[in-house]
Nanobody
């Protein structure tokens, strides 16, 4: 079992930055791929970024490439999402998730077994 708790969301203006954090407890954190997903009202949950177990591989949604950076610190059981140059279309609930599939990274929501409760990010224009 893995418990995930997100923090760092809030209300910002377009062009601002936010840093989301996800702290994990429970089983060995470095056994899991970790991803950040987001879901806006009326839309499907989508992958924002994911990082492999050892941080050697990352993947990003095209809409956030060059603006968002995912990183993890296995010693602190933490994964962060640095979000720069935020846009109103980034407004959503952001979720941290952990996957134990046999792969370098996981890109589908159904590949993730454990989920946090989500943190709201609102970007005003």
């Amino acid at each position: 079992q893995v418990q995930l708790v997100e923090s760092g969301g809030g209300l910002v203006q377009a062009g601002d930055s936010l840093r989301l954090s996800c702290v994990a407890s429970g089983r060995t954190f470095n056994n899991y791929i970790v991803g950040w997903f987001r879901q806006a009202p009326g839309k499907e949950r989508e992958l924002v970024a994911a990082v492999s177990r050892g941080s050697g591989s990352t993947t990003y949604a095209d809409s956030v490439k060059g603006r968002f950076t995912i990183s993890r610190d296995n010693a602190k059981n933490t994964v962060s999402l640095q979000m720069n140059s935020l846009k109103p279309e980034d407004t959503a609930v952001y979720y941290c998730a952990a996957s134990n599939i046999v792969a370098l990274v996981a890109v589908r929501a159904d590949e993730y077994r454990y989920w946090g409760q989500g943190t709201q990010v609102t970007v005003s224009s």
